[in-house]
Nanobody, 123 residues
Framework: QVQLVESGGGLVQAGGSLRLSCAAS????????MGWFRQAPGREREFVAAISWGGGSIYYADSVKGRFTISRDNAKNTLYLQMNSLKTEETAVYYC????????????????WGQGTQATVSS
């Protein structure tokens, strides 16, 4: 069992930056691939980024490449998402997810999900 708690959301102006964190419980954090998803009002949840258990494989949605960076610190059981050059349309609730196969995380079918953190980008 893995419990995930996101933090770091807030209000930022367009062009600004936010850094999201996802704290995971359990001693097997380093065994799990992790990812970030987001869901804007009235829209379906969408994939943002994912990282393999050791950090050797990283995946991004085309819309965030070059602006967002996913990383993890296995010693701290924490996943991060650095978001730069934010756009108003990226206002959403951001969720972290975990599962053993990174492909499952990328597909959005991970077993474990956090409750989400709201990120609001104003114009």
């Amino acid at each position: 069992q893995v419990q995930l708690v996101e933090s770091g959301g807030g209000l930022v102006q367009a062009g600004g930056s936010l850094r999201l964190s996802c704290a995971a419980s359990g001693r097997t954090f380093s065994s799990y691939a992790m990812g970030w998803f987001r869901q804007a009002p009235g829209r379906e949840r969408e994939f943002v980024a994912a990282i393999s258990w050791g950090g050797g494989s990283i995946y991004y949605a085309d819309s965030v490449k070059g602006r967002f960076t996913i990383s993890r610190d296995n010693a701290k059981n924490t996943l991060y998402l650095q978001m730069n050059s934010l756009k108003t349309e990226e206002t959403a609730v951001y969720y972290c997810a975990a599962d053993v196969p990174v492909g499952t995380v990328v597909a959005g079918t991970a077993r474990y999900w956090g409750q989400g953190t709201q990120a609001t980008v104003s114009s």
